[in-house]
């Protein structure tokens, strides 16, 4: 089984900073990557998939890079909106299953 | 738009079966380019796939789960059910239903419903 790592586990931030978070697989899973925001109460809404592609819709201070085994999600200038959960996952177009990482909390400084 | 409900009972009792029902609306359960799947997160902690169904019934489970689970689907009625055998309370959780198209991660989510085991 394909294991994922996140860190940092809890990022504190203040509005307008930028941030970074890093995704790592146990194995290369290609550009196999998605990344999903979730606030408290709801479900979680997905930012990017394929690593890098941005999903309609989402505001373009959200990125993503990486490929293989090492991912990062960026928020280039935190806005208050985007304090909340984060979590990627590995999946892949011949597999059915996937797994999450551990998640990312992003809370005010 | 698509959207998914899901709907069952709350509360199950330690070592009975959870069953829950996801219906599909506003589009159609009926194309092979999506999976349609649970995913369930216990209080406080991560998201942890369960399993997956195609429109035409091939399923695929998480390997840790996989002796406890079944999920089935019905096109007629366009819904697809979870059913989890001998829970325990670390089935405790928000239970959601998803859509994932092929090659891509989940794109549309239930608003989730919580099931608690407890006696």
């Known amino acids: 089984d394909i294991q994922m790592t996140q860190s940092p586990s809890t990022l504190s931030a203040s509005v307008g900073d930028r941030v970074t978070i890093t995704c790592r697989a146990s194995?290369?899973?290609?550009?196999?990557l998605a990344w999903y925001q979730q606030k408290p109460g709801k479900a979680p809404k997905v930012l990017i998939y394929?690593?890098?592609s941005l999903k309609s819709g989402v505001p373009s201070r959200f990125s993503g890079s990486g490929s293989g085994t090492e991912f990062t999600l960026t928020i280039s200038s935190l806005q208050p909106d985007d304090f909340a959960t984060y979590y990627c996952q590995q999946y892949s177009s011949y597999s059915v299953g996937f797994t999450f990482g551990p998640g990312t909390k992003v809370d005010i400084k | 738009q698509l959207q998914l409900q899901e709907s069952g009972p709350g509360l199950v009792k330690p070592s009975e079966t959870l069953s829950l029902t996801c219906t599909v609306s506003g589009g159609s359960i009926s194309s092979g380019s999506y999976y349609w799947g649970w995913i369930r997160q216990p209080p406080g902690k991560g998201l942890e796939w369960i399993g997956s169904?195609?429109?035409?019934?091939?399923?695929y489970y998480n390997p840790s789960l996989k002796s406890r689970v079944t999920i089935s689907v019905d096109t007629s009625k366009s819904q697809f059910s979870l059913r989890l055998s001998s829970v325990t309370a670390a089935d405790t959780a928000v239970y959601y239903c998803?859509?994932?198209?092929?090659?891509?991660?989940?794109?549309?989510w239930g608003q989730g419903t919580t099931v608690t085991v407890s006696s």
């Open positions: 194995q290369s899973i290609s550009s196999w």
């Open positions: 169904t195609s429109y035409s019934g091939n399923t």
């Open positions: 394929k690593a890098s």
């Open positions: 998803t859509r994932r198209p092929v090659g891509y991660g989940v794109d549309v």
